[in-house]
């Protein structure tokens, strides 16, 4: 993408993390193909004191370690002499006045305006209304985008009010609200592999799907986060966003076209037609030491680890249950989808008569690591004749891709952003929406009947509690990708 007008992206909260680990890398290597818009500045605003060269410097830092591919210095070089830093606290109008002041005289005429919100959740509101009393917001030179990082809100009361003084500044076509999980090659793939074949989709429903699992799985602990983690919990961390936006893409109808609000009406949909979950249907529970962890209540109750047993209550998916798990300090980091079909009438192949021997087919999805979709169906033992196995049709990113590292989330999503295509962000309502399934299991937490939080030892699969609640239902969790095809 090259575009002759100049592009402009502000980052608020650059000091922190995510800029050195993924903006700025992301930035790089989409200016190393060639996919930056031809004039650019990258403004980082942060409270830190930084000289401009400073600030450069820690960035190359971050790529160094964090950029999918380092296409050569004398490249950085010639990049990161877009890149410029302006101290300042945006909480307080007057910076806001002077960044403005600051922006015109790097943009030297007209210029689009990214604003990236990667700030303390805190500041979200303040920073988009001095944005709009410092009038940045008006698209009469060049168009003005905010992206704002999740946490988008605590709960749903937050996330609308949220959304609401969002929107007494931007329109919602200006408004990118990121979840990175959707801006992953994989992720992206579930729409390609349902909508652009038609094997399976025939097949996608509840005549021949017997259970749907997604299981995101961390080995990480909380870390340094303990602070912002104990007050958010694994649902608010993963589940209110990851999690029910892969949902949304295994499950949705096919949308009208891959236009972002066609797209977007079919997710809002399916998200609607979750069924409130209830506290017997979920896990919670939390991993040995946590309360150890800097920032955390040596009490704490906040669940580092879920379980829950979903429902779409539509056409389509009536009575087939959506199983769903996310956990820090696990066995293993694996994000992947299963399908898990209906296993056939009878038992023709030998003994036993009873069906309910036979392996049922499975379609994996693996999100990360392992890159890939695999097919698990049986087939006959050679040499004799009552014995069937399960084999795998099985498909590599590797093998047909080759090695190279599949592009960041973030820079598929940044250059989506500046082209303005909102297909991968979430729009207003499906936050809420999420945000009603979220509040709903957390009411059900704070009630007489809430399951007890339980403990699992850090590098094993989560607790025992979690096996049973798919064990009632005479079915088991499923790894196809985290421990296969390393
Ligand atoms: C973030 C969560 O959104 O996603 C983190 O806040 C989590 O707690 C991370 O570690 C996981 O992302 P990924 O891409 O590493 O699976």
Not at 133 to 140: G, H, K, L, R
Not at 223 to 241: A, E, I, P, T, W
Not at 310 to 327: A, H, I, Q, T
Request: with cysteine; charged share 25%.
């Amino acid at each position: 993408m090259t575009q002759a007008m100049n592009t402009t992206i502000v980052i608020f909260g650059a000091s922190g993390d995510l800029t050195e680990r993924k903006l700025i890398p992301a930035l790089y290597n989409a200016y190393c193909k060639g996919r930056m818009p031809e004039n650019f500045n990258i403004v980082g605003v942060s409270r830190s004191e930084f000289s401009h060269d400073a600030f450069r410097d820690h960035l190359w830092e971050g790529v160094q370690e964090h950029a999918s591919t380092i296409c050569d210095e004398a490249e950085w070089q010639k990049f990161s002499q877009n890149i410029w830093y302006h101290a300042g606290n945006a909480k307080e109008q007057d910076v806001l006045h002077t960044l403005d002041a600051f922006l015109k005289e790097k943009e030297n005429g007209t210029s689009n305006r990214l604003y990236y919100l990667s700030t303390a959740p805190s500041l979200y509101e303040p920073i988009v209304l001095n944005l709009g009393m410092a009038n940045m917001v008006s698209e009469d030179g060049g168009w003005r985008r905010t992206i704002i990082e999740k946490p988008f809100g605590y709960d749903l009361k937050s996330a609308h009010a949220l959304n609401d003084t969002i929107h007494r500044v931007f329109q919602e076509h200006q408004v990118y609200r990121i979840d990175h999980y959707l801006g992953k090659e994989t992720a992206q793939n579930i729409l390609l592999f349902r909508f652009a074949n038609t094997i399976f989709e025939p097949l996608w429903n509840q005549n021949y799907v017997d259970n749907v699992q997604i299981t995101v799985t961390e080995s990480v602990d909380v870390g340094h986060r303990g602070d912002y983690y104990d007050k958010s919990g694994v649902l608010r961390d993963m589940f209110q966003n990851h999690l029910l936006q892969l949902l949304a893409l295994v499950a949705m109808e096919p949308p009208v076209s891959m236009k972002a609000d066609d797209v977007r009406d079919e997710k809002e949909k399916l998200l609607r037609s979750l069924r409130p979950v209830e506290p017997h249907e979920t896990v919670r529970a939390q991993y040995e030491g946590y309360t150890e962890t800097e920032g955390v209540e040596p009490d704490s109750q906040t669940p580092t680890y879920a379980a829950l047993k979903m429902y779409v209550d539509n056409w389509r998916w009536f009575g087939v249950p959506f199983y769903l798990r996310s956990g820090k300090a696990l066995a293993n980091k694996t994000s992947e989808v299963i399908i898990q079909f209906k296993r056939p009438p009878c038992h023709l192949f030998g003994l036993p008569v009873d069906a309910q021997e036979i392996r049922p087919n499975v379609l994996a999805m693996c999100i990360q690591p392992n890159e890939g979709i695999h097919l698990r169906f049986e087939t006959k033992v050679p040499d004799v004749i009552d014995q069937t196995r399960s084999v795998e049709m099985d498909f590599k990113y590797t093998t047909y891709f080759g090695d190279e590292p599949l592009p960041d989330a973030y820079e598929r999503l940044l250059l989506d952003a500046m082209k303005g295509d909102a297909t991968l962000f979430t729009r207003s309502d499906s936050i809420e929406s999420s945000w009603r399934v979220i509040d709903h299991v957390l009411k059900g937490w704070q009630s007489p009947d809430a399951p007890p939080l339980v403990s699992y030892a850090r590098g094993s699969w989560g607790p025992v509690e979690a096996d049973i609640l798919v064990g009632k239902d005479g079915r088991r969790w499923r790894l196809e990708c985290g421990k296969k095809h390393g």
